[in-house]
């Protein structure tokens, strides 16, 4: 591998930093736009059953007070402006800064993403080896086949489909939550075990796409002429495989980092409904259903620069291991 490039991934990154301003400007412009063209009030949503008996003048209060009245571009250039500053508003719908809530379910919503991202890849990687050592065999169409079923399920249904087995059934896993009910902190153990049938369900609706990519990577690289070569020169194959073939068929595995990552957070937000993880899935969907502007807009500018930054990772990744790639021409 080449010497790390560090002015050419400087200027990589800086470009793309400059590219992620506008395009993030306009998404945040787009929440604003979509959510105020929403059927939902949020007038009645921040009242609750109260709004039912309040007459249309405390009503009209409400809403100027939450600035609901004003015209939704007003509400995104002052949401913007203060945003600037560090200042993200204050959520309606869960009574706190928008910064707090972020701060107190982001966490545990990365650690989720990265357990199942890293059982992912490395479940994939293997899968898919060794269905590429023998193309054709009975392990590689069983693996083929199961990474196609997956590739089709949708990720509620296998989530439910685990509390039933494990949960339920076998009683070997806890259902839901971060702890568990009787507790009154929470420990390291208790998410341990907590973590594991959601983090693998996630991880599970990742799997097909490491382990198509990784099986086609190395069955095209066990055919290159380098890989003959090797062969030929009498190196074991074990040495083959895990020396040359495994490295360059893993390249084009690496351009996954970043196309996953929408769908990777997609699945999160299902995942954490599924199994009550305390994660942002319940804040957006109460954000979303409430027209909680703020923290509408400071969970979707996540979301985008999670997504934008999953591509930047997944670019500079194969440049560094892809001496045809060249990081300043990117």
């Known amino acids: 591998m080449n010497p790390l490039p560090w002015g050419a991934m400087a200027r990589l990154a800086g470009r793309r930093t400059l590219f992620a301003a506008p395009v993030l400007l306009v998404v945040t412009f787009g929440v604003f736009a979509i959510a105020a063209a929403s059927p939902f009030d949020p007038v009645k949503a921040y009242a609750g059953t109260a709004a039912l008996g309040a007459d249309q003048e405390t009503l009209d209060r409400l809403r100027a007070n939450l600035g609901a ?5 007003e509400r995104w250039w002052r949401w913007l402006t203060s945003a600037l ?5 204050q959520s309606s719908v869960m009574r706190q800064p928008v910064a707090q809530v972020i701060a107190e379910r982001l966490a545990w919503s990365a650690l989720l993403c990265a357990v199942a991202f890293a059982v992912a890849v490395l479940a994939g990687t293997l899968l898919g080896v060794l269905a590429a050592r023998r193309p054709g065999s009975w392990l590689d169409r069983t693996v083929t086949s199961l990474a196609y079923a997956l590739e089709a399920a949708p990720v509620f249904w296998i989530a ?9 059934q076998l009683d070997v896993l806890p259902a839901g939550g971060l702890t568990d009910t009787a507790s009154e902190q929470v420990s390291t153990g208790q998410v341990a075990s907590h973590i594991v049938l959601p983090a693998c369900v996630l991880a599970v609706s990742q799997l097909p796409w490491f382990t198509l990519y990784v099986r086609q990577g190395v069955g095209d690289a066990l055919a290159e002429d380098p890989v003959r070569g090797a062969r030929a020169r009498g190196l074991d194959e074990r040495t083959v495989l895990l020396g040359h073939a495994l490295r360059s068929g893993l390249l084009p595995v690496l351009t996954l980092i970043g196309s996953r ?3 990777l957070i997609t699945g999160a937000l299902l995942v954490e409904s599924v199994f009550s993880w305390p994660g942002i899935a319940a804040a957006t969907v109460q954000a979303a259903t409430a027209v909680d502007f703020p923290l509408l807009a400071a969970l979707t500018t996540l979301a985008t620069a999670a997504v934008l930054a999953g591509n930047l990772l997944a670019d500079l990744l194969y440049g560094l291991f892809d001496p045809r790639v060249k990081l300043s021409e990117m």
Do not use: M, R, Y
């Open 69 to 73: 009245d004003q015209p939704f571009a």
């Open 85 to 89: 500053t560090g200042d993200l508003g």
């Open 160 to 168: 439910l489909l685990a509390i039933w087995l494990f949960a339920l």
């Open 261 to 263: 990552v929408p769908e």
